[in-house]
């Protein structure tokens, strides 16, 4: 297989681009500090876009929004798609969902790896779970996380991802339900009618002890990194964390807050446990503020309230999965926005976690269980 690749000139047309948000989204996500200049990743198939015809020249234009290249490129004149995740050490894609290949769960999986990255190629024989070179277009903070090209295969694992795949497929991460038996229970708590909350919408006591039960208390700093490495048990300097610096209730340690906490590494000085509560509501209250914002005048429940502030405190309340969930929420589709707190990212800079996978079920079984809003 030639590993030459089409450049992106030949799929750039002025005035050519995608759709603004979403690719503001994809870009922001990821800085290029943190890759040295890469623009090279390994990625899975999740599933293809062609038939084994593959796209047309125009229908590549369709699927990545921009002139199509020229004839005499592809096989025949075709071009084949895919959609990937890249699994590469800090992962572009971390901060997506990761899907399964569960056909039980067909629907919810399908949403997850449409949010994926668009990659064409000239061949098409590659299979769902198939590990493949990927080249993404390198921008100059950022890159196009929207469409991308396949280099080659890996000659690698090919076709094991999706056996291998901790993720959504096995019974333990679902309190030993099957897959389909988990979803049945959120869509039959939601047939159910709900009491709305009043605004302005609040985190409950309720919802306050399970936040701070998932996230846990610590008076020194220590890494969340979920892999091998790190310190984890409590770090004595910032340059030994592998994930990110955590101190208290989940609060994630900024650069600018380094020297603030100098002091509580550790070897040095604990926080007690009334400054562990003040660090906790000074991460609480303008966090409450911003997802009133995203929920505007959506009715939700109690329950959904308390699940989507856990959600957005692990992951931002901007995040780009919150933000799907915001968009069911506000077209009613309850169930839909349940589906994808259960299947919401379950990776730490890259590293799947068990303790997250448990966390997304728990938070959605809770955005559930109090029903739907009786006035939906």
Same mark, same amino acid.
């Given at each position: 297989?030639?590993?030459?690749?089409?450049?992106?000139?030949?799929?750039?047309?002025?005035?050519?681009?995608?759709?603004?948000?979403?690719?503001?989204?994809?870009?922001?996500?990821?800085?290029?500090?943190?890759?040295?200049?890469? &623009?090279?990743?390994?990625?899975?198939?999740?599933?293809?876009?062609?038939?084994?015809?593959?796209? =047309?020249?125009?229908?590549?234009?369709?699927?990545?929004?921009?002139?199509?290249?020229?004839?005499?490129?592809?096989?025949?004149?075709?071009?084949?798609?895919?959609?990937?995740?890249?699994?590469?050490?800090?992962?572009?894609?971390?901060?997506?969902?990761?899907?399964?290949?569960? =056909?039980?769960?067909?629907?919810?999986?399908?949403?997850?790896?449409?949010?994926?990255?668009?990659?064409?190629?000239?061949?098409?024989?590659?299979?769902?779970?198939?590990?493949?070179?990927?080249?993404?277009?390198?921008?100059?903070?950022?890159?196009?996380?929207?469409?991308?090209?396949?280099?080659?295969?890996?000659?690698?694992?090919?076709?094991?991802?999706?056996?291998?795949? &901790?993720?959504?497929?096995?019974?333990?991460?679902?309190?030993?339900? =099957?897959?389909?038996?988990?979803?049945?229970?959120?869509?039959?708590?939601?047939?159910?009618?709900?009491?709305?909350?009043?605004?302005?919408?609040?985190?409950?006591?309720?919802?306050?002890?399970?936040?701070?039960?998932?996230?846990?208390?610590?008076?020194?700093?220590?890494?969340?990194?979920?892999?091998?490495?790190?310190?984890?048990?409590?770090?004595?300097?910032?340059?030994?964390?592998?994930?990110?610096?955590?101190?208290?209730?989940?609060?994630?340690?900024?650069?600018?807050?380094?020297?603030?906490?100098?002091?509580?590494?550790?070897?040095?000085?604990?926080?007690?446990?009334?400054?562990?509560?003040?660090?906790?509501?000074?991460?609480?209250?303008?966090?409450?503020?911003?997802?009133?914002?995203?929920?505007?005048?959506?009715?939700?429940?109690?329950?959904?309230?308390?699940?989507?502030?856990?959600?957005?405190?692990?992951?931002?309340?901007?995040?780009?999965?919150?933000?799907?969930?915001?968009?069911?929420?506000?077209?009613? &589709?309850?169930?839909?926005?349940?589906?994808?707190?259960?299947?919401?990212?379950?990776?730490?800079?890259?590293?799947?976690?068990?303790?997250?996978?448990?966390?997304?079920?728990?938070?959605?079984?809770?955005?559930?269980?109090?029903?739907?809003?009786?006035?939906?």
């Amino acid at each position: 297989m030639s590993n030459e690749i089409l450049p992106f000139e030949h799929l750039t047309i002025q005035g050519g681009v995608l759709d603004a948000v979403s690719a503001a989204t994809r870009k922001g996500a990821i800085k290029s500090d943190i890759y040295e200049g890469k &623009d090279q990743f390994i990625a899975v198939i999740l599933k293809p876009l062609t038939t084994g015809t593959g796209f =047309t020249q125009e229908e590549v234009a369709g699927q990545v929004g921009t002139e199509a290249p020229d004839n005499s490129y592809g096989t025949n004149g075709k071009i084949y798609g895919f959609k990937v995740r890249i699994v590469s050490a800090n992962s572009p894609h971390a901060f997506l969902p990761e899907p399964c290949f569960d =056909t039980t769960n067909a629907a919810i999986n399908g949403i997850i790896q449409d949010m994926h990255t668009t990659a064409l190629s000239r061949e098409g024989n590659y299979s769902d779970g198939d590990e493949v070179y990927v080249q993404l277009e390198k921008t100059d903070f950022s890159y196009n996380l929207d469409s991308c090209w396949i280099i080659g295969p890996t000659n690698s694992n090919q076709g094991t991802y999706s056996s291998n795949l &901790d993720c959504l497929t096995t019974k333990s991460a679902f309190g030993n339900k =099957t897959i389909s038996e988990f979803y049945v229970d959120l869509e039959s708590a939601l047939k159910q009618p709900g009491i709305g909350i009043a605004k302005p919408y609040a985190l409950s006591t309720k919802g306050t002890e399970d936040l701070k039960g998932s996230e846990g208390g610590r008076g020194t700093v220590y890494d969340d990194y979920q892999g091998e490495g790190g310190c984890k048990s409590g770090c004595t300097t910032y340059e030994e964390v592998k994930g990110y610096p955590t101190i208290g209730i989940g609060h994630k340690i900024e650069k600018d807050e380094r020297a603030r906490f100098q002091g509580n590494l550790l070897g040095g000085t604990p926080l007690t446990e009334q400054e562990i509560e003040d660090l906790f509501s000074e991460d609480v209250n303008p966090r409450v503020k911003q997802l009133n914002k995203y929920l505007g005048d959506a009715e939700v429940t109690q329950e959904m309230y308390d699940a989507l502030f856990s959600l957005g405190f692990n992951l931002g309340m901007h995040a780009k999965a919150m933000k799907a969930i915001y968009a069911s929420i506000k077209s009613k &589709d309850y169930v839909k926005a349940a589906n994808l707190i259960a299947a919401g990212p379950d990776t730490s800079k890259g590293v799947n976690s068990a303790g997250l996978r448990e966390r997304r079920q728990k938070e959605a079984h809770e955005f559930a269980s109090g029903g739907t809003p009786s006035s939906s």
